[in-house]
C-alpha cells in the first residue's frame, strides 16, 4: 500500500494523509524502530557514546513524526474515527516504551558508556544527553535486583489502579452533587447569561428551574455572583468536601495509599522520599530549596494578603453588614470589590485588540527583539483551511522554522490554548534541520459584522503560547529529546510567560493596540488600569498558591507512614496561609487531582517558580529597555536556543548573570515597594 505517512517527509503531508492510513504507519514505524534499537544493542562494537547514547535520540524517527501529525490532530481537528485509532494505538505506543525502559541489554551499553564518562571528553549536550537516558532507565528500577524490580513493578501497578480511582471518584463527586433552584430569587445577582445557562441545564436533564453543578462553568460564576449567602456556603461546603464523606467515594484511604506507595517506590530507588527523587530532575533540585522558595514568599507575601484580607472584610461589613468573611463571601465581595475599584470590562478593551492586529504586534515583538520575520506562505500543505502557514527567517535571511497558526473554535478542536511541533529541531550528519512549530488556540471567529477581536486575557494567551513557540523555532541542538521545550518542567514557562510582560508596556502596544473602527491608540490610562487590576488581591492569590504549593510538600516530602487523619495532617500543613476560618466539613486533599491524579506531585511550587523566574527576567529588560537587542541576544543564545541541553539554573545565570531574585515577581505585583 502507498502510505505517505511511511515515506520520508519534511513537511507534514496533510493532503494525502487518509484516516486508514495511521493504523498500519504506526505498526510498520514502531517494527523499524524496534529493529533499529535491536542494532543498537546487538552492535558487535564496544559501546560508545556514539553507537549507543547517540544512536538510540535518533532512532525512531519516523515513528516520532507519525506520532506528531496524528496527535497534533487528535487535539485540533479530530474526529470519532481518529479517536478510535488513538485508544488502539495509545498501549501499543507505550508497549513500545515500556519494552526500551525494560531492555536489560540497551541499558548495559548505556550504563557501561555511563560509568566511563569522565574519560570521554563529552561536550555539556552530549554529558546531558548521556545522564537523561542513564536516568530513565535507572529512575524505573533497571538497576535493582530481581525482587526489588519486582516489587517496583506491583508498587507501578498498585499506584496506576489507585491514581484512576482516585480521580473516578473525584468527577463522581463531581456529577453527582446538583443544586436546583425553582424560586428565581435564588438566583439574584448572576448576569443573565449565567442564569439562562442554569435554566438550560435543568431542561437538558428534564428538569423545571435552573441547575447550579460543581463544574467549573456553573460553581464559578455562581460563587462570584449569587447574593444568596446561604446557597453559596451550601455549594461552597458541596465542592470543598469531594471524596470526603466518608462512603464509597471517600478519597481519604486513596491519599494515604498513593503517598505511601509513592514513598516506598523512591525508597527502593535510593532516594529518601518521594520529593527528592522527582526534584532530581527539576531546576529546584531539592526539597529544601523548594521549602526555602515556599517560606520566603510567604514571608514577603503575607502583611499584604493579610491587609486585602481586612479590606475585603470591612467591604463586606460595609455593604451586607457580614460579620464573619467566610470563603464562600470570598469571590463575591471580591468580585464587587473588583467592579467599584476599577470598573474594567472586556467590552471596553476588545475594540483595541483585533485578531490581525495582535498577531502583526507579536511578530513586530519578534522582529525587534531577535531579528525574525514572518513570511505568510500558501503553498504548505495543512489540515484545515483554517491554519494560516508562515516561514520564518532571521535578520541574516536564513531560514528558521515554520510556523502554523490556528487560531479559532471548531467542533473537532480541544479547549484552551496550546503550542505544539509537527517536528523538532535537531543536527544529523552536519545538518541543522529546522524545526515546524505550531500555535493552537481558540478565539472567538470574526462575523460579517465585526471582526474578530480579542479579550485582554486572549491577548496575553496569544503572546504566551508565541513564548513556547520561539522556544521551538530558535532551537539550536544537535539531539532531538533535548531540542526546544524539552526542558525541565519548572523552567518550560520561562519563554512563555515572559512574553506575557510585553502585552503591558506602552512601547510594545503602540505597535499593535489600535481601535478596529477608529485606528485609535489605546489610551494609556485603560493601559494603567489593566496593570492595577491584574494586581488586585495578588497578596491573598500569592497565599492560596503556596498554601497548595506547601500541602504538596507536606505530603511528598517526609515519610508518611505515621499519618493517618488526613485532615488533621492538611490542617497543620495549611496553618501558615490560613485567612479565612477553617470548615471541618471540607477536606482540600481528597480531591486535589493534580498531585494525587495528575503528575505535579511535589511539583506545584512550579506555578510560583515560573513566576520568579519571569518577573526577575523581564526585569532585566525593564532596566535596559524592553527591546534591547543586546538583552534579547543573550536571552536567545543561553535559554531560547539551548532547550534542555545543560542543566537550567547554568543556562539562566548566564542570561542573568546571577540566580533568580524573587524581589522582581513582589515589585511587579504590587507586593513590595519598588526599590
Ligand atoms: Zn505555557
Known amino acids: 500500500m502507498n502510505n505517505p505517512l511511511l515515506e520520508p517527509f519534511d513537511q507534514a503531508p496533510f493532503s494525502k494523509i487518509k484516516n486508514e492510513h495511521f493504523k498500519p504507519a504506526f505498526l510498520q514505524a514502531i517494527e523499524d524502530a524496534k529493529k533499529e534499537i535491536d542494532a543498537i544493542v546487538d552492535n558487535p562494537e564496544p559501546p560508545s557514546f556514539e553507537n549507543t547514547v547517540a544512536a538510540l535520540d535518533f532512532a525512531g524517527q519516523q515513528l516520532d513524526r507519525i506520532s506528531s501529525v496524528f496527535f497534533n490532530l487528535n487535539s485540533a481537528e479530530t474526529n470519532e474515527e481518529i479517536q478510535k485509532i488513538a485508544q488502539e494505538v495509545s498501549p501499543l505506543l507505550s508497549e513500545f516504551s515500556n519494552d526500551i525502559t525494560l531492555n536489560q541489554g540497551l541499558f548495559q551499553r548505556i550504563k557501561t558508556v555511563y ?21 530513565s532507565f535507572s529512575r524505573n528500577g533497571a538497576n535493582l535486583n530481581d525482587t526489588d524490580k519486582k516489587r517496583l513493578r506491583e508498587i507501578d501497578a498498585e499506584l496506576a489502579k489507585l491514581k484512576l480511582i482516585f480521580g473516578e471518584n473525584v468527577l463522581a463527586e463531581t456529577n453527582k452533587y446538583e443544586m436546583l433552584l425553582t424560586n428565581e430569587e435564588d438566583l439574584k445577582g448572576l448576569p443573565e447569561g449565567e442564569k439562562e445557562a442554569a435554566a438550560h441545564l435543568a431542561e437538558s436533564k428534564g428538569k423545571k428551574g435552573w441547575l447550579i453543578t460543581l463544574d467549573y462553568p456553573s460553581y464559578i460564576p455562581f460563587m462570584k455572583y449569587a447574593e444568596n449567602r446561604e446557597l453559596r456556603k451550601e455549594l461552597s461546603m458541596a465542592f470543598g468536601s469531594k471524596g470526603f464523606h466518608n462512603d464509597a467515594l471517600d478519597n481519604q484511604e486513596n491519599v494515604l495509599k498513593i503517598v505511601n506507595l509513592r514513598h516506598e517506590r523512591a525508597n527502593l530507588l535510593g532516594y529518601p522520599t518521594h520529593a527528592h527523587f522527582v526534584l532530581e530532575e527539576r531546576m529546584a533540585e531539592t526539597p529544601d530549596k523548594v521549602l526555602d522558595f515556599l517560606n520566603e514568599l510567604l514571608e514577603k507575601a503575607k502583611p499584604a494578603a493579610e491587609l486585602e484580607f481586612a479590606e475585603l472584610e470591612a467591604f463586606a461589613k460595609e455593604l451586607d453588614n457580614i460579620d464573619t468573611l467566610q470563603k464562600w463571601d470570598s ?42 520575520s514572518f513570511k505568510e506562505v500558501f503553498t504548505i500543505d495543512k489540515y484545515h483551511e483554517e491554519v494560516k502557514t508562515y516561514e520564518v527567517y532571521d535578520d541574516a535571511g536564513n531560514f528558521i522554522s515554520l510556523f502554523y497558526a490556528d487560531f479559532h473554535p471548531r467542533p473537532g478542536k480541544r479547549g484552551g490554548a496550546w503550542m505544539t511541533s509537527f517536528k523538532p529541531q535537531f543536527t544529523l550528519n552536519g545538518i541543522n534541520s529546522r524545526p515546524h512549530i505550531s500555535n493552537v488556540c481558540n478565539f472567538t471567529r470574526s462575523t460579517s459584522k465585526k471582526p474578530s477581536l480579542l479579550t485582554f486575557n486572549e491577548v496575553t494567551t ?14 539550536n541542538t544537535t539531539y532531538p529529546s533535548l531540542s526546544g521545550t524539552s526542558v525541565y518542567w519548572d523552567f518550560v514557562e520561562l519563554p512563555s510567560q515572559v512574553m506575557e510582560n510585553w502585552c503591558y508596556e506602552k512601547e510594545a502596544l503602540e505597535l499593535f493596540a489600535f481601535h478596529y473602527e477608529t485606528g485609535e491608540l489605546i489610551p494609556m490610562e485603560l493601559v494603567e488600569k489593566i496593570k492595577e487590576s491584574s494586581n488586585f488581591q495578588e497578596g491573598m492569590a500569592t497565599l492560596r498558591q503556596l498554601s497548595f504549593g506547601f500541602l504538596d510538600m507536606a505530603w511528598h516530602g517526609k515519610d508518611p507512614s505515621s499519618i493517618n487523619n488526613v485532615k488533621a495532617f492538611e490542617d497543620q500543613a495549611f496553618k501558615g496561609t490560613r485567612l479565612f476560618p477553617e470548615t471541618p466539613e471540607t477536606c482540600m486533599s481528597t480531591s486535589f487531582s493534580h498531585i494525587f491524579q495528575g503528575g505535579y506531585s511535589s511539583g506545584y511550587y512550579s506555578y510560583k517558580w515560573a513566576e520568579v523566574l519571569d518577573a526577575d527576567a523581564f526585569a532585566y529588560f525593564k532596566q535596559n529597555g524592553i527591546f534591547n537587542r543586546e538583552i534579547a541576544e543573550k536571552f536567545k543564545e543561553n535559554v531560547l536556543s539551548k532547550g534542555g541541553t545543560e542543566n537550567p539554573m547554568d543556562l539562566y545565570k548566564r542570561f542573568r548573570g546571577a540566580e533568580p531574585n524573587i524581589d522582581a515577581l513582589l515589585e511587579r505585583a504590587g507586593l513590595i515597594a519598588k526599590t
Not at 115 to 135: A, F, G, I, M, V
Not at 332 to 360: A, G, R, T
Open 115 to 135: 560509568e566511563q564518562r569522565d574519560s570521554l571528553e563529552l561536550d555539556p549536550e552530549q554529558n546531558t544527553l548521556l545522564e537523561k537516558k542513564y536516568k
Open 331 to 372: 469571590a463575591y465581595y471580591s468580585e464587587k470589590l473588583k467592579q467599584k475599584l476599577f470598573n474594567l470590562d472586556d467590552e471596553k478593551l476588545k475594540p483595541y485588540f483585533k485578531l490581525e492586529n495582535v498577531i502583526d504586534g507579536v511578530f513586530k515583538v519578534a522582529e525587534k527583539l531577535f531579528g525574525l
Open 462 to 475: 496569544l503572546f504566551h503560547e508565541f513564548g513556547h513557540g520561539l522556544h521551538g523555532m530558535l532551537a
